[in-house]
């Protein structure tokens, strides 16, 4: 089972956020104009051109909800799951259809009022249908120019005194730590270990819980592999070659994996660092 809190590639840039909506855009009137959906074989004045129009009811959802996510994304420490891809989409869609519908209720059928029904009737006759053939393709699209982000160091940041607390599924199960202390965790089965900095050196907790709902505690954590998570600001080096890398962190001589996509975000964050 996928699980809903996995990271993914998210589409942070403007410009290719409105290709994206320029491409769907383009391609539903195509669609529109070679299978007639709307029984339209008939000509009418300015066709093609009207048809045309239901690009405009694709670009402007996208580009009116590229803030909203743009705020959700850095609020969640410029992290993007599943589940926010999902209820983007979703949302997205929705928007999409409703102004679709006024489109071709106002400028098409030329009517003047409308129901309820007459709404839902419009998305289950000719949105739905359209649904496997432009959501693979926009999911494809966002994937394509999307990244997941490595957060730059922050001295002032890591010397804050923060503090955060991991808790488990098990009420007991409880840490409070600084946020800057925070070192790596290693899922095992059904648990998770946590290492941290203390005075007497890296310690370490163990919660019965996901490594995606720690990660979610943990505003310093950055996935590196399905098993893994790490502070950046401790890493040390990344070694291996393509066939398998990982890397290294102060505090411990434990090397740690890291997957090929997580691989890319890292390679970038270093390259822009060191200019």
């Not at 120019?145 to 922050?154: K, L, S």
């Not at 946590?194 to 996935?223: C, H």
Request: hydrophobic residues 40%; positive net charge; charged residues 15%.
């Amino acid at each position: 089972m996928i699980s809903l809190n996995k990271t993914i590639a998210y589409t942070k840039n403007w410009k290719h956020t409105f290709l994206i909506a320029l491409v769907l855009g383009i391609l539903v009137p195509v669609l529109l104009i070679t299978l007639e959906p709307f029984d339209n074989s008939n000509d009418f004045s300015f066709k093609y051109l009207i048809l045309s129009g239901y690009s405009l009811c694709i670009i402007i959802p996208i580009i009116l909800i590229h803030p909203f996510e743009n705020y959700v994304y850095n609020v969640q420490t410029k992290r993007w799951f599943i589940i926010n891809e999902f209820f983007y989409i979703t949302g997205t869609l929705l928007l999409i259809f409703l102004l679709s519908f006024l489109y071709h209720f106002f400028l098409i059928s030329l009517q003047s009022s409308f129901t309820s029904e007459a709404v839902w009737g419009f998305i289950k006759s000719f949105g739905l249908p359209f649904i496997p053939i432009v959501v693979p393709l926009w999911l494809y699209l966002r994937s394509n120019y999307g990244a997941i982000e490595v957060p730059f160091y922050d001295k002032e940041n890591s010397r804050s005194k923060k503090t955060v607390t991991i808790v488990g599924n098990n009420k007991s199960e409880t840490l409070t730590i600084c946020e800057a202390d925070f070192i790596y965790a290693k899922a095992q089965q059904n648990y998770v270990d946590v290492f941290y900095k203390t005075d007497n050196g890296m310690q370490q907790e163990t919660f019965r819980n996901t490594l995606s709902n720690i990660m979610k505690q943990l505003p310093k954590a950055w996935q590196v592999h399905r098993s893994y998570l790490v502070n950046i600001d401790y890493l040390e080096s990344v070694e291996g070659n393509a066939r398998k890398r990982y890397i290294r962190i102060s505090t411990t001589e434990e090397t740690i994996p890291i997957s090929q996509i997580y691989y890319k975000a890292l390679s970038k964050r270093l390259s822009n660092s060191s200019k």
